[in-house]
C-alpha cells in the first residue's frame, strides 16, 4: 500500500479541436431555400420577431411604473393595439386616451 500513486496524463489537444469545430460560424443557406421556409412558415402562421414592435423593458422600470395589467388577446388585437399605441408618447398614455373615449361613449 506504500506504492506511490500512479498520475494520470490529461490530453486537451482533442476537446480544442472540438470546440473550435462547435463554434465556427455554419455555413448559409440558399435564399431560395430560405424564402421557400419563411413563406411555408407563414402559410402555417408562424410570425417572426421583427414583424411587431420591439419595447426594451429598461425603458418602462426608469418611468416609475408599479402596476402591470395583464389580458390575453389575439395576435390581430395585439399588433393593433401597439400600432395604435406607437403614436402616443407611452402605452400608458394610449390607455388613458381609449378609457377616456369610453367614458365620455353614453
Known amino acids: 500500500m506504500d506504492e506511490p500513486r500512479k498520475g494520470h496524463r490529461i490530453s486537451l489537444d482533442e476537446l480544442a479541436t472540438e470546440a473550435v469545430a462547435l463554434t465556427s460560424k455554419p455555413k ?56 395604435a399605441a406607437s403614436s402616443f408618447p407611452s402605452t400608458e398614455d394610449f390607455f388613458k386616451y381609449v378609457l377616456e373615449n369610453l367614458v365620455k361613449q353614453p
Open 28 to 83: 448559409s443557406v440558399p435564399a431560395p431555400t430560405m424564402a421557400a421556409a419563411v413563406a411555408d412558415a407563414r402559410a402555417a402562421g408562424f410570425t417572426g420577431r421583427a414583424d411587431g414592435v420591439k419595447i426594451d423593458g429598461r425603458t418602462l422600470r426608469r418611468t416609475g411604473r408599479t402596476a402591470q395589467i395583464n389580458f390575453r388577446v389575439t395576435p390581430e388585437t395585439r399588433d393593433a393595439i401597439v400600432k
